[in-house]
Structure formats: structure tokens, C-alpha cells
């Protein structure tokens, strides 16, 4: 079937007249522009008058023509807006996502090194040889609460010295080996620490039993405690050093009076071991065994001069036996006997 026997003959005579408007028309528009383009001198002229009458009737079609341009643009930047905002939201959550878990490890460092700088400015007075050990097992149980330092007898530790964190006392060692030492809690039922109240210097003894506040025992004296007061360490038995910081008094459920031990804030993970054996340590014994004899002042001392005689030396010979005082006696002797015979007479 050719192209004019079938259904689209009758469609040849109206597309004729269009596309001949449709030329009409484009002359007449070529022929506005180029009138429009001429450039006069005189602005009241025909052409003005001409190329103004053009603008006229170009405007609204050129918005008519215009506003699905624009929609189209506008519809473009949205999707294109759209599918741009899904792949920044999708980056913005993976970078969130990574910030997160460098905030999380900058403020675990930055808690550990609040810790060691608490740890490492720790001071006593007077000062006490200390080393830092790492608590690397914790090992609890219904009544045994220790905890297990990598400092052993390579460092100095020994059995019986306490051992502190950056709050303040934790417990002594009662266990120590080549690279390993093992601590006892102040919470312990085998523990017993010989404190002091800081406001009232009353004396008590902490004993552990296996919860988290410790009791106060053999408290003395007229009202010696009162919530909220200090407890520090009181370096009765020599064992522990004076001063150390040990909790908060409190007043238990039970009626009793208890420590909130300041250790507990914070975990028990750092500790610093104070080398301390006894109050002998703290001083030089060498110095305080020297007698200190008392010297005259150069003003009240004397003017005279003093004449020193050298000693004698001491004879080789033999000492003499000593010669008695007293006189030797005398031996009387016996008269001679008288003759009893007669004398000779003389012839």
C-alpha cells in the first residue's frame, strides 16, 4: 500500500497550509529581527517605532516559551540535587560514624593521662621511694578481694608495703615473686589498717568484710566522728606511713560507721607501690646515732694560752718490785756463856 492510497492522504492538503503559515510566519519574524538589529540614529523613527511594536509582541511569547525551559531546569537541579544529597548524606554518616570512634579513644587517653599525671605527681612527706605497676588480674571472691601487679622482687617490692592509686590507698602487698606481686583490698576480710579521723585525731581500726564501705572499729572518745570527715592513715604499728588518704566516714545501714573509700571512684588499674618497710627508713641512721657534742662560741671561749704537757713515754725496762717502808728487825745476839772454872793462880 503506497503512502497516498492509505489512511494519511487526507492529512496532505492541512500539512501544506502549515508548513506554509509556519514560512509566512518565519519570514515575518526574520524580517522583525533584522528590522530590530538596525541601529539609528534617531530613536523616534519608524524603525524604533517598528522594533518596539516587536518587543511588544515577542515578550509573552518568549515567557510562554520560557516557563517549561524552566521547569525542566528546575525539575533537573532537584533530582540531580536529590541523588547529590544521598551520597553526601551517606558520606556525612560514614564520617560521623569514624569521628565517633576517634572521640571515644581521644577521651580514653585523655582520662588515662589525667590518671598517670594524678599517679606520677603523687608525693609523701616525708618522700618515699614508690615504683608503678599495671593490675593485670583481678581475682574475687565471696570473701577475698586481691588483685594481681606486674611488680615483683626485680623492683624493690617486699611483703607489707602499700600500695596507692590516684585517689588514694588501696591495700598492701602480701605476696611478692620475681615479676608479679599480690595485693590485698582494704576491702578484704583479712584486712585490718590502722587509720585516724582528720578533724578529731581519733584512732580506729579499718576492717574489711567483704563490702564495699569498710567498718570502723575501737572508735574512742566523746563524739570522735561525725559524717562526711576525712580518714587518712594513721601510721600506728609502723607498717603504714601517716597521712595517706583513705575515704569518706559514713554512716552505714547497719548503724555502724563506714569508709567510702576513695579508691573506688575511678578502677584499679594503675598503682604506685611505696617502697616503705618501716619509720627507720625515713631517716639516716648513721646521723642520728652521732652524738652531737654542745660547742663554746668563739666569743666565750679563752684568751689565755693553755700549756699542754706531752705525755711520758712509758719505760722498756722491767717495772721493779715496790720497796716496803717498813724496817727489817733485828736479830739480837746471844751473850757468851761465863766460865766456871776457877783462875789460875800465879806462882
Known amino acids: ?80 540535587d536529590y541523588f547529590g544529597t544521598v551520597s553526601e548524606n551517606r558520606r ?29 605527681g603523687f608525693q609523701t612527706n616525708p618522700p618515699i621511694p614508690m615504683t608503678a605497676a599495671h593490675v593485670i588480674l583481678d581475682a574475687r571472691g565471696p570473701f577475698a578481694d586481691t588483685r594481681l601487679a606486674d611488680a615483683g622482687k626485680e623492683r624493690g617490692v617486699e611483703v607489707g608495703n602499700p600500695v596507692m592509686s590516684e585517689r ?12 608479679a606481686s599480690r595485693i590485698l583490698l582494704l576491702t578484704d576480710v583479712a584486712s585490718r589498717t590502722p587509720v585516724l579521723i582528720d578533724r578529731t585525731d581519733a584512732r580506729a581500726i579499718l576492717t574489711g568484710d567483704a563490702g564495699a ?32 588518704p583513705v575515704g569518706t566516714a559514713v554512716k552505714g545501714l547497719d548503724g555502724a560507721w563506714r569508709v567510702r573509700l576513695d579508691a573506688d571512684e575511678t578502677s ?34 679563752p684568751t689565755q694560752a693553755v700549756t699542754v704537757t706531752p705525755p ?3 719505760s722498756l725496762a722491767p717495772p721493779k718490785p715496790p720497796v716496803s717502808a717498813t724496817p727489817a728487825p733485828t736479830v739480837a745476839k746471844p751473850a757468851p756463856a761465863a766460865s766456871s772454872a776457877p783462875p789460875a793462880k800465879a806462882n
Open 92 to 120: 556525612l554518616r560514614a564520617e560521623n560514624t569514624e569521628l565517633r570512634q576517634w572521640r571515644s579513644s581521644a577521651i580514653a587517653l585523655q582520662d588515662a593521662n589525667q590518671r598517670y599525671r594524678a599517679l606520677l
Open 268 to 301: 584499679i588499674d594503675f598503682v604506685r607501690i611505696l617502697l616503705f618497710k618501716d619509720f627507720s627508713q625515713l631517716v639516716n641512721q648513721q646521723e642520728l646515732a652521732q652524738p652531737v657534742l654542745p660547742t663554746v662560741p668563739l666569743a666565750q671561749r
Open 168 to 179: 588514694g590507698l588501696v591495700g598492701r602487698v602480701i605476696g611478692v615473686t620475681r615479676g
Open 213 to 244: 564501705t569498710p567498718r570502723l572499729e575501737y572508735l574512742r572518745g566523746g563524739d570522735p566522728i561525725k559524717d562526711g570527715d576525712r580518714v587518712l592513715t594513721s601510721g600506728d604499728g609502723g607498717m603504714i606511713p601517716r597521712g595517706l
Open 1 to 80: 500500500m503506497s503512502y497516498r492510497d492509505g489512511h494519511f492522504q487526507d492529512l496532505k492538503v492541512p500539512l501544506t497550509w502549515t508548513v506554509g503559515v509556519a514560512m509566512v510566519v518565519a519570514a515575518v519574524v526574520a524580517v522583525a529581527l533584522l528590522l530590530s538589529d538596525r541601529r539609528e540614529t534617531v530613536q523616534t523613527g519608524a524603525v524604533g517605532a517598528t522594533r518596539a511594536m516587536a518587543d511588544i509582541a515577542t515578550s509573552p511569547i518568549g515567557r510562554a516559551v520560557s516557563v517549561p525551559g524552566r521547569w525542566t531546569e528546575q525539575g533537573a537541579d532537584y533530582v540531580r
Open 312 to 314: 711520758i713515754a712509758p
